[in-house]
């Protein structure tokens, strides 16, 4: 069975797990709409940019991937 995430759910999994999601997504196939990385994207920058609620180097590409 394939389970397919939108962004509402991506995010706060990605927030928990970082980079141990990419595994489990593989390991539970898991697939993403179309859109869910940008509106991911777009939940960051809003957290960051007009909310305030993270600083600018709470991520990196290093743990994300």
Excluded: Q
Aim: glycine fraction near 8%; charged fraction near 20%; charge should be positive.
């Amino acid at each position: 069975m394939t389970y397919v995430i939108d962004a509402g759910v991506y995010v706060p999994l990605l927030l928990s797990f970082g980079g141990g999601l990419v595994k489990a997504f593989k390991k539970a196939k898991m697939a993403l709409l179309d859109l869910t990385v940008y509106e991911a994207c777009n939940a960051f920058w809003k957290g960051h940019a007009k909310l305030n609620m993270m600083c600018r180097d709470a991520f990196t590409l290093k743990t994300l991937l």
